[in-house]
Each structure stands twice: as C-alpha cells, then as structure tokens.
C-alpha cells in the first residue's frame, strides 16, 4: 500500500511540506510548530538463531527437481563420464565438451555440429541448436 507524499505531508506536518522538490525554505518549520524540525528514524537490530535441530534438518537436506542426481543412459554416461548425475551438471559438461571441440559453427554459434557422440545423444541429428540441448538430453535420464 502506497501512501502519496501530499497525503502523507499534509496529515505529519501542518504547513505544505513537499518531499519530491525540497527547497531550504520548504525544510523548516515554524518556530511555533508542535514537530520536530528533523526527523530520525530508528532501526531495530534482531538476531536470529537456528536450532540445532533446524540446522542438523538443513545439512541432510537432499537435492531435488533438476538438481537430483539420475542415472543416465550408457550413451550419455560415456559422454559425461559418470553413470548418475544430475541434470545440471551433465549440461555443463555437455557445453565443455562442446567448447573443448570446437563443435559450434564458426558463422553461428547458436549451432552446434555434431560428432560421432554427440549424434548419439543428440538422436542422430548433424546439427543441433543450443536451445535444443535441453530437450534432447532429456530421454537420456532414466527413473
């Protein structure tokens, strides 16, 4: 909820007191006024503790969603060099691969050539966009 400066002015202080272009005679108040002439504001300092029942409860937390390790098909395996990982990072090592090959196209980078093992992945295809890696690695995660 949004209070406006000329509401919020016109009820704390009695004459036209504007916020948005101050001015040195718009600051100060009349002598006879009830209100301060500087206003403070005062912060409160709270510290929070975590239990150590919370704290043994956030340690054995287990990765889920696409942060979870899978295992993953033999093709996909070979490619990233472990038989359960997590999607994350079979991406990131997909894309270092990519890079250490030099299989972006050098006119577009958006496309990427495929291999021999890639095209395993990647459903046989030569090209693949980068949008597409994704999708396409997605059958390679098994339940």
């Given at each position: 909820m949004a209070i406006s400066s000329v509401s919020f002015t016109s009820f704390f202080f009695p004459k036209d007191v504007s916020f948005l272009n101050p001015s040195p005679s718009s600051c100060s108040l009349p002598p006879a006024s009830p209100y301060p002439a500087t206003l403070r504001v005062m912060r409160t300092v709270t510290c929070a503790t975590v239990s150590p029942q919370q704290q043994q409860q956030q340690?054995?937390?287990?990765?889920?969603?696409?942060?979870?390790?899978?295992?993953?098909?033999p093709e996909m395996a070979e490619l990233v060099g472990a038989s359960e990982i997590p999607r994350t990072q079979a991406l990131k090592r997909i894309w270092a691969y990519i890079k250490e090959h030099n299989l972006q196209d050098p006119d577009n980078k958006k496309i990427i050539i495929c291999d021999e093992k890639l095209k395993k992945i990647f459903s046989?295809?030569?090209?693949?966009?980068?949008l597409e890696v994704a999708g396409l690695i997605s059958p390679h995660f098994l339940k």
């Open positions: 340690q054995e937390r287990r990765p889920r969603g696409i942060m979870k390790p899978r295992r993953v098909t046989g295809r030569d090209q693949v966009g980068f």
